[in-house]
C-alpha cells in the first residue's frame, strides 16, 4: 500500500513539475499563432526544417524539446497543426536529442567527451528525419491529438485567443498526468521491489552484445528504465563505484542516447496520433548498430595501437 501512496505521490509531483511547463509553454505558442511572432520565426527557419521534410513551424516543438524536455516538445506539437509525417519526424529527432542541457551535463558526469555526445544526438536525429522524409512517403494527413480539442475557427478577440490556448494548455496537462502518473508507481514499485538490480542481471547478453564489461550493466539498467535525466544518480553511482571505464561509459551512453527510457519516452507519444512501433524499432534498431560499430572501431584501433607498440 505505501508503493502505490508514494507512487502516486510522485506522480502527482510529476505531473505538477512537467505540468508548470507544459501549461505555459502550450498557451504561449497557441497564442503567438494568431500574433505576427510566430510567422515571423516561420519564415526565418523554412529553408532550414525543409531538409527534415517539416514545415518552418515545426522549429517550435524542437527548440523547446531540446532547451527543456520531450514534455515541453510535446507542448509545442500540440498547439500546431502538423500531418502525421511530421509529427512522426518530430517525434523521433526528439527520441534522439532533448533535454540537452541536464542530459548532457549526466554525460560529463559519466566521463562521456561532449563533443561525443552532441555528435551522436544532433547527428541522429538529423540524420533520421532527413532518411524518413526520402524514405516515406505517405502520412500526410492532419494528426489527430489524443481527444485534444478539435481546430477551430480563428478567433476574434484576444479573449477569444485567451480560451482557445486556455482549453488546449489544460488538455496538454491532462494527457500527461494520464500517462506520468501510472509510470510513476510502476517505477516505485521497481524501486521498492529491487527489481533493477535483477534488469541488470538479466542485461548481461545485452552488455557482451555492445561490447563493454559486464559492471556496466547497472547503468545501463537505470537508463533504459529511468532515462538519462531521471536515472542519473545511479548511472554516476554506478560509474564510480563500479569500475566502469571510461570506454565502457562511453559506449553505453551513446547506446542510451538513442534508447533510453524506452518505457515512458514511446508511451508519452501515444497522444499525438503516431505509430508507436515503428518509432520503438528505430531507436532500438539505431541504438544497437551505432553502439556495435563503434565498439568494433574502437577495438580495431586498440589492436592497431598494441601492434604498434609491441614492434
Not at 123 to 136: K, V
Amino acid at each position: 500500500m505505501s508503493t502505490l501512496r508514494n507512487g502516486l505521490k510522485a506522480g502527482l509531483k510529476t505531473t505538477w513539475s512537467l505540468g508548470k511547463i507544459i501549461f505555459p509553454i502550450t498557451l504561449l505558442v497557441t497564442m503567438l499563432q494568431y500574433t505576427p511572432v510566430l510567422p515571423f520565426i516561420i519564415d526565418l527557419v523554412a529553408p532550414v526544417m525543409g531538409l527534415f521534410g517539416l514545415s518552418g513551424d515545426a522549429a517550435i516543438p524542437l527548440v523547446l524539446g531540446n532547451a527543456l524536455n520531450l514534455y515541453a516538445g510535446i507542448a509545442g506539437i500540440l498547439s500546431l497543426e502538423l500531418t502525421v509525417k511530421e509529427v512522426f519526424i518530430l517525434a523521433v529527432m526528439l527520441s534522439f536529442s532533448h533535454n540537452i542541457f541536464i542530459e548532457t551535463g549526466v554525460a560529463l558526469k559519466v566521463g562521456v567527451k561532449l563533443w561525443i555526445v552532441l555528435v551522436v544526438r544532433f547527428g541522429l536525429a538529423g540524420l533520421s528525419a532527413i532518411i524518413i522524409n526520402l524514405l516515406w512517403k505517405g502520412g500526410g494527413e492532419v494528426a489527430q491529438y489524443g481527444f485534444a480539442p478539435e481546430a477551430v475557427a480563428a478567433p476574434e478577440s484576444w479573449m477569444g485567443i485567451l480560451l482557445i490556448g486556455l482549453e488546449k494548455a489544460s488538455f496538454g496537462v491532462l494527457q500527461l498526468a494520464l500517462i506520468v502518473i501510472p509510470l510513476m508507481i510502476m517505477i516505485q514499485i521497481l524501486k521498492d521491489k529491487q527489481y533493477l538490480q535483477k534488469i541488470s542481471n538479466l542485461l548481461g547478453p545485452l552488455t557482451r552484445l555492445l561490447g563493454v564489461e559486464k559492471n556496466a550493466s547497472l547503468t545501463l539498467a537505470s537508463g533504459l528504465v529511468f532515462g538519462l535525466a531521471m536515472g542519473a544518480g545511479v548511472m554516476i553511482q554506478a560509474v564510480q563505484e563500479d569500475g566502469v571505464s571510461k570506454k565502457d561509459a562511453t559506449l553505453v551512453f551513446i547506446f542510451l542516447v538513442a534508447c533510453h527510457a524506452i518505457v515512458e519516452d514511446t508511451l508519452i507519444f501515444i497522444p499525438l496520433g503516431i505509430p508507436i512501433w515503428p518509432l520503438l524499432a528505430i531507436r532500438v534498431v539505431t541504438a544497437l548498430v551505432l553502439t556495435i560499430f563503434v565498439s568494433y572501431m574502437w577495438r580495431k584501433a586498440e589492436e592497431k595501437q598494441k601492434e604498434v607498440v609491441s614492434t
